[in-house]
Nanobody
């Protein structure tokens, strides 16, 4: 059973930076894609970014490209989300997700989810 545990969320001032981490364990398939999603209060969950585990290909949601950067550490089975120039509208619970496959561009089909980490950006 794949387990994903997020960490790093906290209160931060607008304009600041934050790095979220996701620890991956229990993986049983060799080719998979990791992603970050977020859900703001009263809104639907939205895709943030994804990375293919083997090739390291990345795909970022258009509105966030340039501010948010996804990366991974294969050796330590970690996925990161670097968030820069944070805005109050970035306030949300951020979730780590995983699925079998190799394409980071497909934003659906994620089977495994973490419990989320809260990011709050104050103005």
């Amino acid at each position: 059973q794949v387990e994903l545990v997020e960490s790093g969320g906290r209160l931060v001032q607008a304009g600041g930076s934050l790095r979220l981490s996701c620890a991956v364990s229990g993986r049983t398939f060799s080719s998979y894609v990791m992603a970050w999603f977020r859900q703001a209060p009263g809104k639907e969950r939205e895709f943030v970014a994804a990375i293919s585990w083997i090739a390291g290909n990345t795909y970022h949601a258009d509105p966030l490209r340039g501010r948010f950067i996804i990366s991974r550490d294969n050796a330590n089975e970690m996925v990161y989300l670097q968030m820069n120039y944070l805005r109050p509208e970035d306030t949300a619970v951020y979730y780590c997700a995983a699925k079998q496959g190799s394409s980071a561009r497909a934003t659906n089909g994620y089977s495994y989810w973490g419990r989320g980490t809260q990011v709050t950006v104050s103005s």
